[in-house]
């Protein structure tokens, strides 16, 4: 069976996106591994500190950051992370200075907003509306 380990966000800047994912989004930092100038740098939910990793993965490579311009430039968030409640986590981030791109939208069996995470991406979050 093939599941999903650890994913990635490229990010222009390590330490700010480890202070950003951590410090407003509110995940915890897994792994820190120097890697001559980068860092395996992953954080995980607090809901679940051994499921999926997030790695904040620097983008230094050259197709890296044409890719990220052109999706931001298009309003295509380059991921999604579920949350409980949509409204009440964008009056929570707003509170800690987060700047949403869409505010919060019901997309017909899901609520989403889209937020900028101050490193080159938008990201999504969702919920899913009860039955």
């Given at each position: 069976m093939i599941r999903i380990n650890v994913t990635s966000v490229f990010v222009d800047d390590q330490a700010k996106a480890l202070a950003f994912y951590t410090d407003k989004l509110g995940f915890i930092k897994k792994n820190?591994?120097?890697l001559g100038e980068a860092r395996w740098l992953t954080?995980?939910?607090?809901?679940?500190p051994d499921g999926v990793?997030?790695?904040?993965?620097p983008d230094g490579h050259p197709a890296a950051r044409p890719f990220k311009d052109a999706i931001a430039a298009d309003g295509i968030p380059y991921t999604s992370f579920a949350v409980?409640?949509?409204f009440a986590e964008v009056e929570r981030l707003k509170g800690l200075g987060v700047t949403f791109t869409q505010e919060p939208t019901d997309m017909g069996p899901v609520?989403?907003?889209v937020l900028d995470d101050t490193c080159g991406n938008l990201i999504q979050i969702a919920a899913m509306?009860?039955?």
């Open positions: 820190d591994v120097p954080v995980v939910s607090p809901a679940d990793e997030l790695l904040l993965e409980d409640d949509v609520v989403t907003a509306k009860p039955a």
